[in-house]
């Protein structure tokens, strides 16, 4: 069964620090990885992984993919309380069907 | 100005009783999909469409049903047979075409909060 595992389930930092999420799959037919951030509504899009090894990078934000070991991270330096959030994973499989893990809910204190 | 709307923000369900949520996009996405989010399990899959008059079910999709008459709606129906619709529910659409990135990038409405009463 596809499925896709988020770490840790929440965090609380405070103003300043770096955290890195973390994201582990088991899917058939991988096709790509994506990130979205979720503040109370709609998940906005972060960013879209599809190669091993190369960053991907926004502002203050960057990701990372590794196709061997089945994993992804995201990473958040100098973090702000906008930065608070459910940081969401998903994986498309073939060419339509995501699989999102549960997400990892991040609380960044003044 | 393109998007997705969803509608009504929030809706109440009596006992026995279908209720439809809208869901429409200006996207011109091919495909549209309807999430269920509950507290701690992330977003799950009820029911997908990549064209029009066509859709299959996701992993939930019992006591749910929905239709694509048009490519820009998308309407999920919560029937009574759903026994714990309780939830917030999301849209999505992505387009099949395109250069890579644009294809594979899913795009969200701003969700619809469904309370039993």
């Known amino acids: 069964e596809d499925k896709v595992v988020q770490s840790p389930l929440s965090l609380v930092v405070h103003e300043g620090d770096t955290v890195t999420l973390n994201c582990s799959y088991e899917?058939?037919?991988?096709?790509?990885l994506l990130w979205y951030k979720q503040e109370k509504k709609a998940p906005t899009f972060l960013f879209m992984l599809?190669?091993?090894?190369i960053e991907k990078k926004s502002g203050r934000l960057s990701s990372i993919l590794d196709k061997k070991e089945l994993f992804s991270i995201l990473n958040i330096t100098a973090t702000q309380t906008g930065d608070s959030a459910i940081y969401l994973c998903?994986?498309?499989?073939?060419?339509?069907?995501?699989?999102f893990g549960t997400g990892t809910r991040l609380k960044v204190l003044a | 100005d393109g998007g997705i709307t969803q509608s009504p923000k929030y809706l109440f369900r009596k006992e026995g009783q279908n209720v439809t949520l809208s869901c429409e996009q200006n996207?011109?996405?091919?495909?549209m999909y309807w999430y269920r989010q509950d507290p701690g399990q992330g977003l799950r899959l009820i029911y997908y469409?990549?064209?029009?008059?066509?859709?299959q079910k996701g992993d939930i999709a019992e006591g749910y049903s929905v239709s694509r008459e048009k490519k820009e709606s998308f309407p999920l129906t919560v029937t009574s047979a759903q026994k714990n619709p309780t939830a917030f529910y999301l849209c999505?659409?992505?387009?099949?075409?395109?250069?890579?990135?644009?294809?594979?990038?899913?795009?969200f409405g701003p969700g619809t909060r469904l309370l039993v009463l």
């Open positions: 996207l011109n996405h091919d495909a």
């Open positions: 599809t190669s091993s090894g």
């Open positions: 998903a994986v498309l499989s073939g060419t339509y069907k995501y699989i």
């Open positions: 899917v058939t037919n991988f096709r790509s």
């Open positions: 999505a659409s992505s387009t099949l075409r395109g250069t890579s990135g644009s294809r594979e990038t899913q795009y």
């Open positions: 469409s990549q064209i029009v008059n066509d859709f």
